[in-house]
C-alpha cells in the first residue's frame, strides 16, 4: 500500500447527543449552533475543504436531518432571494455548498464511543487514509488550516498523523498526552499515547486536539475493539494497538483552538470571530469594550 497515498476522505462524527447545551440542543444539533453566522460544523467543513479533502463523510443519530438539509439546496429560500436580487446571500449559499455526490451520510445506532463512529465509514472510506474531524473543534489557523498543516506533514512523513498542541503541564492529566520522540519540521514522532494521565506521570505536554490522519488499518482494530472508558469504543485504544507496528506522527498546530463543546469555549469563539467580522468587527468591539466597562 502507497503510505502516502492522497487523503480524500474525511469522516465527521456528528451523532452526539450535546447534552452540555440543553436546553438548547433539545430540538436543534449541537453541530449547528451558531457562532456569529456560521453553524460550528460548517467552520469544520471548510477547514477539510481547504486541506483538500473531495468527499465528506458525517456519521450521524437520531434528530440529526437539518445536518444533512444544510449541505443541500434549498429551492424555496434560494428561489425567494433570487426574486429579491439578494446575490451576496446566495453566493454565500453556494460558496458554502459542496459539489453534488461529494458528501455522504451514515447512522451511528448506538451511541457506543468515537471509536464506534468512526468505524460505522468504513464502508464509505474503504481501503485508503483518511482524516477525522471532531465537529465541536475550531481550530483557527495563523497561516494553514489545522488539516492542511497536518496534510502538509503527511506528506513528508506517511504513517497516521495526529494534530498537538502544548498545554500546561499541571493540566497534562484532564487530556489524550503522546510521548515525543524524534523530530522532523514541525512534528515529531509519536512514542506513546497516555489517555488522561495520573497528575506527574504524563510522558510529555502535547494533547491531541481533536484531528487525525488515519491508515485504513484502523477499521480491523476498531472492529475487535473491547469497550474502555465510559463503555465504549475508543479511538484511542485502537490507536494504541496500530502504533506498535505503524509510525504515528504529531503535527504541532500553529493557531488557536476553541472547544465549542464546552458552553465558555463556544462564547470564547463567538466573540473571537465576532472581533474579526468584515462586517460586524468595529461595532462589535465597541459593544464588548461597554459591557466590560459597565461590569
Not at 492529566?173 to 522532523?184: A, K
Not at 514522532?189 to 510529555?204: D, H, L, N, Q, Y
Not at 494504541?240 to 463543546?261: E, H, I, M, P, S
Amino acid at each position: 500500500m502507497d503510505m502516502t497515498k492522497k487523503i480524500r476522505k474525511a469522516v465527521f462524527p456528528v451523532a452526539g447527543l450535546g447534552t452540555r447545551f440543553l436546553p438548547a440542543t433539545k430540538a436543534m444539533p449541537k453541530e449547528m449552533l451558531t457562532v456569529v453566522d456560521k453553524p460550528v460544523l460548517q467552520y469544520v467543513v471548510d477547514e477539510a475543504r481547504e486541506a483538500g479533502i473531495e468527499h465528506l463523510i458525517f456519521v450521524t443519530g437520531r434528530n440529526k436531518g437539518v445536518i444533512e438539509d444544510h449541505f443541500d439546496i434549498a429551492f424555496e429560500l434560494e428561489a425567494t432571494l433570487k426574486a429579491r436580487g439578494k446575490t451576496k446571500e446566495l453566493e454565500i449559499l453556494a460558496a458554502q455548498r459542496p459539489d453534488a455526490g461529494t458528501t455522504s451520510f451514515t447512522r451511528q445506532q448506538e451511541p457506543l464511543g468515537l471509536g464506534h463512529a468512526v468505524w460505522c465509514a468504513r464502508e464509505l472510506v474503504g481501503d485508503e487514509p483518511f482524516a477525522v474531524l471532531l465537529p465541536d473543534m475550531i481550530m483557527k489557523g495563523r497561516i494553514k488550516s489545522c488539516l492542511a498543516q497536518m496534510v502538509d506533514v503527511y506528506e513528508q512523513t506517511g504513517g497516521n498523523v495526529v494534530a498537538v498542541e502544548e498545554c500546561a503541564p499541571e493540566q497534562a492529566h484532564q487530556y489524550g498526552i503522546v510521548g515525543v520522540g524524534e523530530s522532523r519540521g514541525n512534528a515529531f514522532r509519536i512514542t506513546s499515547m497516555v489517555e488522561k494521565p495520573k497528575p506527574g506521570t504524563a510522558p510529555s505536554n502535547f494533547f491531541i486536539n481533536g484531528r487525525y490522519i488515519l491508515q485504513p488499518a484502523i477499521f480491523d482494530l476498531l472492529a475487535a475493539q473491547e469497550r474502555g472508558a465510559g463503555n465504549e469504543i475508543q479511538l484511542t485504544d485502537s490507536m494504541l494497538k496500530l502504533l506498535d507496528r505503524d509510525a504515528f506522527w504529531g503535527a504541532t498546530f500553529d493557531g488557536k483552538t476553541y472547544d465549542c463543546g464546552s458552553k465558555v469555549g463556544f462564547l470564547a469563539a463567538n466573540v473571537a470571530y465576532g472581533m474579526e467580522h468584515a462586517e460586524l468587527a468595529d461595532e462589535f468591539r465597541a459593544e464588548i469594550a461597554h459591557i466590560l466597562d459597565a461590569i
